[in-house]
């Protein structure tokens, strides 16, 4: 330590240790934080339409449309005459999941179903970012933003979905968590085909 | 030397030797031993003092933003602190002994 | 000031500097070492990772550093952050993943090294991006388990943008390794 670059290099080698200290006590300290918050999820409607495959003009493939609603709530009371009313009487609530190493949430509803050969399929069908625990008040009635597709291009004979909401906690430092927030209360069925008129 | 026609003043070889002396010295920046100790103990105290001060106040705000800005201006401030030689850090010098005559020549 | 480190040099001799070569190399072996070993425990390539573009943000930006694991008795889900490497192109890509389908083999007659997990087919997304990577995959209808080199665990920031730097201009790298290499010379011990 008697010289200036002497001081720099010592000073800095324990600093940088330090540091590392300090990283790996905040992404441990993130492990501290358990919220599991629970919502509803609800899937109002879905139609299966005709159309054509994305890179084979000339295949066919059937596409699903599915509208749903999304409320996750941490204080829902899971009585069948809550669940009902779900929508009216919920305050959809995300944000526990924000500590001070939450960088955002990434929120996505995956749908769920093994066809009748085994293949088990999971497709995304929606997805949101979430960066402010302001914006973790989760409700909205949407329909998928992804192409909701099957791999044998028709719905016909496909078992019911389950749908479900999940997130995944992304933090500053550390690592990622995943978690589920609502799922559909029973699988729901794929309708008939329908021609667009 | 190149330097010394380099110069435009015409330094003479003495004034320049003493001069690059006086750089090093300033570039070395060197302390004395007891100097060196407060330096470490210096170091060692507020850096460590400075990393879990920041963990707690950050956590007890949950602001990772509290955190890293007042463990940065803790370090800055060491820097600033420990890395000049600051007269404090030179107060002690080493008192040489006398060299003894005529044995060494 | 430059004299004086050749001096140094000279005064310690040539079984000096073959020591601090040897040194030197040491400390890169044991790196290399680590590296390796790091991607024997989670089965994957590259067990470290540095993002390079922006189709993952605002999760992660240029220059963050990903850890990867590739477990083998584990199936990828949707939701997934991967690593994956399209055979042909020279840079993997860090993208999440949209659909999974298990059980199901494009090729026949292939024996998949673990039990599950490897009939499994992937689509992936950028989160930044409106649309799936299918046009990202050079002609291939869906990513396979082969293709991935890891799932994302773990995340610190803007740390690998030094390997970036140098990337971008290579005077760094050199004047950086041409800088190690003078200091381990001629420091002494």
Redesign the interface.
Known sequence: MHTIYARINNTSAFLSSCVTALLVAIALSSLAFTADPKGQLAVASIQVHPGNARRYANKKQEFAFVNFNVSAGTHLVMSARAVSHVHACSKPDLSPLFNWNTKQLFLYLSAEYTDKKGVANEVVIWDRIVRRKEDALISTTGRNKYVFRELSASFRNIPPANYSLKYNVMPYVGVLTYGEAARTPQPVAFPELQSLS | MSVVEACPHRLTQSQTLAMQAYLQQVFEGKIDFEGQKKVETLVRTVIIAATIGSFLLGFALQSLRITLGAFSIACVVLYLIVIPPWPMYRRHPVQWLQAKQGKVQ | MFADELKTLRRLGFRHVLLQVLNFMSVLASGFMMWKGLGLVTNTESPIVVVLSGSME??FHRGDLLFLTNPLDQRY?????TVYKIPGADIPIVH?????????TIKKGRIAASRIAHDQ?LLT?G?NNYI?D?ELYQGL?WLERQHIVGK??????YVGYVTIAMNDFPQLKYALLGGLGLLALVQRE
Do not use: W
């Open positions: 605002p999760a889900q949707a939701g997934d952050i999440r993943v949209l659909e999974t389908h298990d059980g199901v087919l997304k989160d799936d299918l209808e994302v665990r773990g995340f610190l920031p």
